[in-house]
Structure formats: C-alpha cells, structure tokens
C-alpha cells in the first residue's frame, strides 16, 4: 500500500455517460496529480494541485475536468469521452518541497465504448 | 524540464547485476534524479533518488558522474519480480518540480 487509494479500480463507460475518478491520499501531502498512461506510451500529466496553484497540461480537452475540494481528496470528472480516452488514469501525491517523490494509486484502467 | 533518454529495453538473467543508464545532458543544478519502477497496470514506485555521486538503498544503487549529465540504476542480483518499467526522472526539488515528466523507460526482463 502506497498511501494513495484510487477507486474504482476498473471503469467501463458510454461515450455519452458521466462518471469519476476518485483519489484520496493518506500521507498528509500537499500536492497531488493526475496522470493518463495509454497503452504502451509514456505517462501524461494531466493536472497538478498544489497548495498554491493548479496547474493544467493545455492538451487535456475539456471534457475531462479535475476538482481538489481539499488537499487530501483528488476528483476527476469525465463526460462525453471518447475511445481514445481509454487508459490507465493514476493518482499521485507528492510531500512538497525539497526531492519531489511522488506516491502513486493503482489507478483506474479506462474503457469507453 | 530536463529531457531523459534511457534503452527501450533490457534483458538479463535472474542473479545477474542490472545497470539501466540515463542520459539527461540538459539537467539544470537544482534537479535531482529519481527513479521509478513500474508493474502492468499499476502505478509508479519510488526506488531511488540523489543528486550527485553515489546513492544506496535496500533495493539499489544509483550512481551519478560529476557532471550529473547521466545516471547508473543498479540492481544487485535480480529476480523474475524485477521484471518491470523503470523510468528515470529529472526535476527540480520544488515549484516547477509540479511538472515532474516521464520519459519512455526502460522495459527490464529478467529470464530464469
């Protein structure tokens, strides 16, 4: 166990359907992030939320839209995707300041029919 | 950010020393130099971390030249559970460091 827990862990969805991702760490750090792994790429950081910003990739489309309601709990709200979004989705968490390590969720594997 | 380069993939045999090295020629003096290890369908695992010269933990060594322009993960006497993704990071210790990116890695295959 990592300190991060994701749920749920597998997730099939519409195109046209409206779920999300859930985060929550457990390790009293004050910054967390979303990464998007597709199969057999590299992984894509997505959002970053931090006690002082919030940091977006500006290739992320809209339809994928993160919320941070306090610095223990991480969303990531989906609608209207699309099958190429299907992916491993990963959580992390990082202490902050000096040597970033980042503690990472099992994730949720992604499908959109 | 720096960029890394690492081998697309490695194999070895179980009891053997692994050396994955990381190049990073454009590593800026406040970045330190993580590495992850990473399972099928799980998340990243924090394995080693250091700034400069040689690293040792429980689980590997992380060697680093003076120039810092690469990197050595060694991994003493692998197993068949070592088989995995390794990736190398460079980033700096904090502000920017919320833009920590991943390369490719390296696909490690340890043979029985």
């Known amino acids: 166990e990592t300190g991060v827990t994701q749920t749920p862990r597998h997730l099939v969805m519409g195109m046209t359907n409206k779920k999300s991702l859930k985060c929550e760490q457990h390790?009293?750090?004050?910054?967390m992030y979303w990464y998007k792994q597709s199969a057999k790429k590299p992984l894509e950081l997505m959002f970053v939320?931090?006690?002082?910003?919030?940091?977006e990739n500006n290739s992320v489309p809209s339809r994928f839209s993160p919320e941070c309601p306090n610095s223990s709990h991480l969303f990531l709200h989906l609608h209207t995707l699309q099958p190429e979004d299907s992916a491993l989705y990963l959580c992390a968490s990082s202490r902050g300041g000096n040597n970033e390590k980042l503690f990472f969720g099992s994730g949720t594997q992604l499908s959109v029919l | 950010l720096a960029k890394t380069t690492q081998p697309i993939s490695m194999d070895s045999y179980e009891g053997q020393e692994v050396n994955i090295t990381c190049s990073h020629n454009?590593?800026?003096?406040?970045?330190?130099i993580t590495w992850y290890q990473q399972f099928p369908s799980q998340g990243p695992r924090f394995i080693i971390q250091g700034y400069k010269t040689k690293v040792t933990n429980e689980v590997a060594s992380l060697f680093i030249p003076a120039d810092r322009k690469s990197s050595t993960l060694s991994l003493p006497r692998v197993s068949l559970s070592d088989t995995a993704v390794y990736y190398c990071?460079?980033?700096?210790?904090?502000?920017?460091?919320?833009?920590?990116?991943f390369g490719s890695g390296t696909q490690l295959t340890v043979l029985p």
């Open positions: 990071l460079v980033g700096a210790p904090s502000g920017s460091a919320r833009q920590l990116t």
């Open positions: 390790l009293g750090h004050n910054a």
């Open positions: 454009n590593i800026a003096t406040n970045d330190y």
């Open positions: 939320y931090s006690l002082e910003e919030r940091v």
